[in-house]
């Protein structure tokens, strides 16, 4: 199969320090499976998901080339064939109606009338429309990010940090979101620091340290003692997982 | 909500009431004497017993918390005394150079609110670029202008260089005051508020260009662009409204600076307003005249705070649908 | 950076110190020469009394500059004391707040004006007058700044150790107030020059007998409308450039003494 979604040698360095925060980044992404990348606070990931989009702070650079179905992406990728679920609440508008950042991203003819069919689909009240950010539960916040995925009809998800900071039950909902994106054939690119979450939703896993992917693996290869991972880092990941600590000790 | 607004209406009377109260006292315990005030250059004139009479007939003999009371009873009454210098009641005096103040203030602030904020949106869209530091330095060179000798310039060059505007007065010369046209008063406005935009300008200028850079590099901003939205699209719907809301409470509380500066301003023209009678009570000793306008000035900051706050009330979901601000 | 820094300040020194090199009694009253425009000998040209205008700006900036310092002197002290009496209890920090408010509330000018009208203007009643209206702004500064830190962990860690009130002040408080207050003066020196300067140009300041800008600047008006230009013009200029470069100076500082601050606001985006 064709990867829909290739990152090619992505670097991004500091302007005026030329320290390399990312380095020689090459991902690709088959169609319709999720990726799940995963790795320490600062090791890089949220400016991958910038670099992406190349939307990157003006003191940082990139080299490198991502590439939709083949060709270079541009800005007109922007919404249409690549949408963005950053980290919180906090990216949306907070003086805007929820409704009406829905709407925004939806370029089909009556996005009114399809914005309250998403907050259906999404198990949201209609009232949610006329809501402000600020007036949303953390896991309203994120079903609310998700129907802006799902509102621009893009491929590729890219999934900055989605989960960070809930509880279990909210956790597990965000789960099922993704889940559930992932079954209406969308592409994902699932960025967090929870390992756990990770391996519950991705197909495959790359694992990024200090700002390079030192393993991609198998969803399948994470078993046992970690036997079939190559990387001594990832192997340590995978160890320090609760559940393993209990193997590991008996 | 309600709450709130209750609360800074009483704020509002209460200063309203300190203010007046401090500035009584205070011209009362100052050397100034009324009563010369009012005879002038006669005073050597006058025997004691004249002058007692000239006391008891203002009430100056009473202590001065009657003396306070008398005034602000007048005053709520709407009887602001009489004048020293114009011989008239204050009342006439002010309403007289009102409309000619508030048409100054009023092009002053308006149009100094809307290059402020043009200018400021401009410079923080071209962060660091060559626009945004020539605006930048303008705004800065500006705040160090003294604004009244910015008028003197403005004057020279306009009124005795080129001659297009007249070098004072609100209205031309030989022409009773019911003649005057809106048009006249327009055009002798000009220059005043010109040299009262051109400095006013900066300061709403650099809150917004602040406001904005710091609202185009938040999580939101880059969620909309990263979906697809740019341009001016994405500047009007998710940075600008951002920006509004500060800019223009900054706006209105600069209500104070901007009288200040009308007082400036209608001195270097010769421009017969409200804040130009200030200065003549003051210089001559004018009691009932300077308390008046002092209050007035007060009155017009606190309206100015007051709508401020009222406003970033209206504007922001998150003040008025019962939240605290971020 | 360092350049931003001190170039602004050692121009703005040095002219000062070229001002109080002037003696007064250089300024000659000298009719063959009088109502001349610049000249190589004459640099701000000359006025109706043959005065040399370039040695009367200097003498006129000289004055500026030590009221300025003088008022941002004494404004920022009251503010500290001010801040310092809030600090104790919320009563005493009520009362604070609410006299900010107050002074806040009239425009600046007209407080000017009415102290002016009490205590008879001059060189005290100015000084006077420009400390009561610049206080409020660095006091609310200080005093916020000041409950923040009584909160910090550390400070109680202090407090519940025995440390008594002044070790605190000391310690915790001085440290952190210092810097904040020496950008506050900072800020307040070119408003007050400023402001000394608007209310001597009304009458309200210092008398006409002062070498001030303000008087220079007042005085010129009479001779506008005859073209005399110069008059006007370079005693303002030189003001002018005098609280640019200040500035200048002073907003490097602030961004120097906060660099720790922005620097945090940067990686937080």
Redesign the interface.
């Known amino acids: 199969m064709k990867p829909i979604l290739t990152i090619d040698q992505l670097s991004i360095v500091h302007r005026v320090s030329e320290q390399r925060l990312l380095n020689q980044v090459t991902l690709s992404l088959q169609p319709g499976e999720v990726l799940g990348l995963v790795g320490a606070s600062g090791s890089g990931k949220s400016l991958l998901a910038q670099g992406i989009f190349h939307l990157l702070p003006t003191n940082l650079y990139r080299t490198g080339e991502i590439y939709y179905n083949k060709r270079p992406i541009t800005t007109h990728d922007r919404g249409t064939n690549l949408v963005y679920i950053p980290q919180s609440v906090e990216a949306l508008d907070p003086l805007m109606k929820v409704g009406k950042q829905i709407v925004e991203v939806i370029r089909e003819m009556n996005p009114e009338q399809k914005m309250l069919e998403l907050l259906q689909r999404l198990g949201l009240q209609k009232e949610m429309a006329s809501k402000y950010p600020f007036q949303l539960s953390g896991g309203e916040a994120r079903r609310v990010l998700v129907a802006i995925a799902f509102a621009t009809q893009a491929e590729v998800v890219i999934a900055d940090e989605p989960t960070p900071g809930l509880d279990e039950a909210t956790k597990r909902e965000v789960i099922t979101l993704f889940q559930e994106l992932q079954q209406s054939g969308k592409t994902i690119l699932f960025i967090t620091h929870d390992f756990d979450v990770g391996l519950q939703l991705a197909d495959r896993i790359a694992v990024m340290n200090q700002g390079e992917i030192v393993e991609v693996a198998d969803q399948t290869s994470f078993s046992g003692d970690g036997d079939q991972l190559q990387h001594p880092y990832t192997k340590k990941l995978w160890q320090a997982l609760p559940q393993n600590d209990f193997t590991g000790s008996s | 909500m309600k709450e709130f607004v209750i609360k800074r209406t009483i704020?509002l009377f209460t200063?309203l009431f300190?203010?007046s109260f401090?500035?009584f006292m205070?011209?009362y315990?100052?050397?100034?004497d009324p009563v010369r005030a009012y005879i002038g250059a006669d005073m050597l004139l006058i025997s004691p017993e004249q002058r007692e009479a000239i006391q008891s007939y203002w009430g100056l003999n009473q202590s001065m918390f009657l003396q306070y009371k008398q005034w602000l009873t007048n005053l709520l009454s709407g009887d602001f005394g009489t004048s020293l210098i114009y011989r008239t009641p204050v009342f006439d005096v002010i309403s007289d150079r009102f409309f000619s103040s508030i048409l100054l203030i009023a092009i002053a602030w308006v149009s100094s609110g809307i290059f402020g904020m043009v200018f400021g949106t401009l410079a923080a869209m071209n962060e660091?670029k060559w626009l945004d530091r020539f605006i930048k330095g303008y705004c800065?060179?500006l705040?160090?202008?003294?604004?009244?000798?910015l008028g003197?310039?403005l004057?020279?060059v306009f009124s005795?260089w080129l001659g297009i505007f007249p070098?004072g007065l609100s209205a031309p010369i030989g022409i009773t005051g019911s003649e005057v046209t809106f048009m006249d008063r327009l055009y002798h406005a000009i220059l005043p508020a010109m040299t009262l935009s051109v400095v006013g300008v900066s300061n709403v200028c650099l809150h917004t260009r602040q406001k904005l850079v710091d609202v185009l590099?938040?999580?939101?901003i880059?969620?909309?662009?990263?979906?697809?939205?740019?341009g001016m699209r994405l500047f009007i719907?998710?940075g600008l409204?951002?920006v509004m809301i500060p800019a223009v409470s900054v706006h209105f509380a600069s209500f104070?600076?901007l009288?200040?500066g009308a007082?400036?301003a209608e001195?270097?023209f010769s421009y017969p307003g409200l804040a130009q009678a200030?200065?003549d009570a003051?210089?001559q000793g004018d009691v009932p005249l300077?308390l008046a306008?002092?209050v007035m000035?007060?009155v017009?900051?606190?309206v100015g705070?007051w709508l401020a706050d009222m406003l970033y009330y209206l504007l922001?979901?998150?003040l008025r649908?019962g939240?605290k601000p971020? | 950076m360092r350049k931003q820094l001190w170039i602004p300040l050692v121009l703005f020194l040095f002219i000062y110190s070229l001002s109080i090199m002037i003696q007064e009694e250089s300024i000659t009253i000298a009719l063959t020469e009088k109502n001349e425009s610049p000249s190589w000998s004459h640099l701000f040209g000359t006025d109706w009394l043959g005065r040399d205008m370039f040695l009367r700006t200097l003498e006129g900036i000289q004055l500026s500059v030590t009221i300025g310092f003088v008022t941002a002197l004494l404004s920022t002290t009251l503010g500290f004391f001010l801040s310092f009496i809030a600090s104790i209890h919320s009563v005493l920090d009520h009362i604070v707040s609410w006299l900010i408010d107050l002074f806040l509330s009239l425009p600046h000018l007209i407080t000017l004006i009415l102290i002016s009208f009490v205590l008879g203007g001059g060189f005290r009643g100015v000084v006077i007058g420009l400390m009561l209206t610049h206080w409020p702004v660095i006091t609310r500064v200080l005093r916020a700044e000041w409950l923040q830190i009584q909160e910090m962990p550390y400070v109680q860690m202090s407090k519940q150790l025995g440390k008594g009130f002044w070790w605190r002040t000391k310690h915790h408080f001085l440290p952190h107030l210092l810097p904040q207050m020496m950008v506050g003066f900072t800020l307040i020196f070119p408003h007050a020059i400023l402001h000394e300067a608007a209310i001597t140009f009304l009458g309200f300041g210092l008398s006409a007998e002062e070498p001030a800008i303000g008087v220079i600047l007042s005085e010129s008006m009479q001779y506008l409308s005859s073209g005399m230009w110069w008059l006007a013009f370079f005693p303002g200029v030189t003001l002018l450039v005098m609280v640019v470069l200040f500035q200048w100076f002073a907003n490097t500082w602030k961004h120097y003494i906060e660099r720790d601050r922005s620097y945090e606001t940067y990686f937080n985006n």
């Not at chain 2, 315990?29 to 100034?32: A, D, E």
């Not at chain 2, 590099?217 to 939101?220: A, E, F, V, Y």
Request: no cysteine.
């Open positions: 704020r200063l300190a203010v401090l500035t205070l011209v315990l100052s050397p100034i660091g800065y060179v705040l160090s202008t003294p604004g009244f000798w003197l310039l004057l020279m005795v070098t590099r938040q999580p939101h880059l969620q909309a662009r990263a979906n697809g939205l740019f719907r998710h409204r951002h104070g600076e009288f200040g007082i400036l001195q270097v200030v200065v003051g210089l300077f306008i002092v000035s007060a017009f900051v606190f705070n922001d979901p998150r649908r939240e971020s």
